[in-house]
């Protein structure tokens, strides 16, 4: 990665690298069109399109290009990518709600594999809003508190494996905040609500912990800089979470007008 | 936000105005702190050398409950006003009650027993932190004293 663009083949690289997102968006659009021709079905909302687009775009900016070269030098260039590729991307992606998209364009019987394999242990474990948190939360405290913030700028295959944790961690991690797909295993707002608030606690803790101890190779400068944005820019982009899942709380305990007042 | 019926009963409504006041003062209190302190007057700092452990995982435990609490007591204030059960006293009672205690939190535990960071970073702070603890108590008395004169009527106002 680092001799590709050393060498001026940088521009091919980053044009065979962004093939798999501009396929993610290609891929989705067509499954929205084709299901539109169900019958049956109601047509697939635009602003979903628009969400996984811009999602899509989020996380490649991420990891191709400007932003991405910068971010092997600079830890604020790095911790706008982490934003991008760890939260808003997530949150993006999982509005556009894909799961659903996939079940009501593949054929029933394949269709009913896909909800049986949903609904398995393994799903149910990791998308538990603890285990989600504890990933996602978890995993960065491991970045930047031992070696491997350092091992990652020196080892192309680690870089790719934490980025692609980032990027799953958190797309888990809304998923299991936010249900916007149906989800077989349904934890309480409430229950949602508290293990948010421990794992928004824990994000901004370790913001302001790596304001005063930066990762191996971080001047304090770029840790202080970089950190501020990591709290303030997590902060806005939960703010958007949390309203999302209090709007669902709001709407699932709508008061049933036919019912008579208690009083 | 629970209940599936449209009205509740009245002493449930005064209960409930009194926590969305209380989640929304919290939250008011520490969005204020972040935005004027922090923010536009820079007097506090966004990180002290003397924290403590303690005092960085409290700071970041109240933040998180308090940036949810803004939210969240919006909505159920939403909710209340939706069931018409709403009182509005009972709801300023609360956000007095919240956004003083939050203040006193901080004002004296996080500042001067965690060291989290000082008011402003002036040779004499004491002035300040004077004027910041009574400021949060005023709001406390004020708080308790709306809370009490509601409760002794016992109804909802249509205010």
Not at chain 1, 31 to 54: D, E
């Amino acid at each position: 990665m680092h001799e590709a663009h050393a060498d001026g083949s940088g521009l091919l690289f980053d044009l065979t690298l962004s093939f798999p997102f501009l396929l993610a968006i290609g891929l989705y659009i067509g499954a929205g069109f084709v299901s539109n021709r169900s019958p049956h079905l109601q047509k697939w909302p635009t602003w979903r399109y628009v969400c996984w687009s811009i999602g899509v775009l989020c996380a490649g900016l991420a990891v191709i290009g400007p932003l991405a070269d910068q971010a092997r030098i600079d830890f604020r260039a790095h911790m706008m990518g982490h934003l991008l590729l760890g939260m808003l991307a997530p949150l993006l992606l999982v509005l556009a709600a894909p799961v659903t998209l996939v079940l009501r364009t593949l054929p029933v019987s394949a269709a009913k594999k896909l909800t049986f394999l949903l609904k398995s242990t393994y799903v149910r474990v990791i998308s538990h809003p603890i285990s989600a948190s504890i990933l996602n939360i978890g995993g960065l405290w491991v970045l930047y508190t031992t070696d491997l913030y350092h091992m990652m700028h020196q080892s192309l295959w680690i870089h790719v494996l934490v980025h692609v944790h980032v990027f799953l961690a958190g797309y888990l991690f809304t998923m299991a905040m936010i249900y916007t797909e149906p989800v077989a295993h349904r934890y309480s707002y409430l229950y949602r609500a508290i293990v948010f608030i421990i794992a928004l606690a824990g994000h901004g803790i370790l913001s302001k912990y790596l304001y005063a101890s930066p990762p191996e190779g971080v001047s304090q400068r770029q840790a202080e800089a970089g950190s501020m944005l990591m709290y303030y820019g997590g902060d806005a982009i939960d703010a958007v979470l949390i309203f999302i899942l209090c709007l669902q709380w709001y709407k699932a305990t709508q008061p049933d007008k036919s019912i008579p007042a208690s009083q | 936000m629970s209940s599936k019926t449209l009205h509740s009963d009245p002493k449930h409504t005064l209960k409930r105005s009194l926590w969305s006041g209380v989640l929304f003062g919290i939250g008011l209190a520490a969005f204020i702190d972040e935005t004027i302190f922090h923010q536009l007057l820079r007097w506090h700092h966004f990180y002290d050398q003397s924290t403590t452990d303690i005092g960085l995982i409290s700071d970041g435990l109240f933040h998180a409950f308090s940036w949810f609490a803004t939210i969240g007591g919006l909505f159920l204030l939403a909710d209340l006003k939706r069931r018409y059960g709403l009182s509005s006293k009972q709801w300023w009672g609360g956000v007095l009650l919240g956004a003083g205690s939050f203040q006193l939190y901080d004002g004296i535990i996080q500042h001067k027993l965690m060291r989290l960071h000082q008011i402003r970073y002036v040779e004499n702070v004491i002035p300040y932190d004077l004027v910041w603890n009574l400021s949060a108590v005023v709001m406390i008395a004020a708080g308790l004293f709306l809370l009490k004169r509601t409760s002794k009527k016992g109804a909802p106002s249509d205010a």
